[in-house]
């Protein structure tokens, strides 16, 4: 089992900028990749962004690529997500997951609130 514990959610104007925390606890070494997702109000979960645990290669979406970067912290097992130029249609529940592949999150975070205000 992997435990991941999210942080650093909130409200912040549009333009502004977040980073949030994902710490991960447990069987660590079994998480391959680790990513970030988001659920906006009425609609369904998206990806985000993920890295790979071991060479930190990056992946984004399109709607966030050149504003946020997902970076980790080996020795903490943690993984970031810094969000720049925030936009209204950013607001959205956000979680950390990882999985054995960049294709299937076995575990998942409680998720942390993003709101960001026009």
């Known amino acids: 089992q992997v435990q991941l514990v999210e942080s650093g959610g909130g409200l912040v104007q549009a333009g502004g900028s977040l980073r949030l925390s994902c710490a991960a606890s447990?069987?660590?070494?079994?998480?391959?990749?680790m990513a970030w997702f988001r659920q906006a109000p009425g609609k369904e979960r998206e990806f985000v962004a993920r890295?790979?645990?071991?060479?930190?290669?990056?992946l984004y979406a399109d709607s966030v690529k050149g504003r946020y970067t997902i970076s980790r912290d080996y020795a903490k097992n943690t993984v970031y997500l810094q969000m720049n130029s925030l936009k209204p249609e950013d607001t959205a529940v956000y979680y950390c997951?990882?999985?054995?592949?960049?294709?299937?999150?076995?575990?998942w975070g409680q998720g942390t609130q993003v709101t960001v205000s026009s």
């Open positions: 997951a990882a999985g054995g592949s960049t294709v299937t999150y076995d575990y």
């Open positions: 447990g069987r660590t070494f079994s998480a391959y990749a």
């Open positions: 890295i790979i645990w071991s060479v930190g290669s990056r």
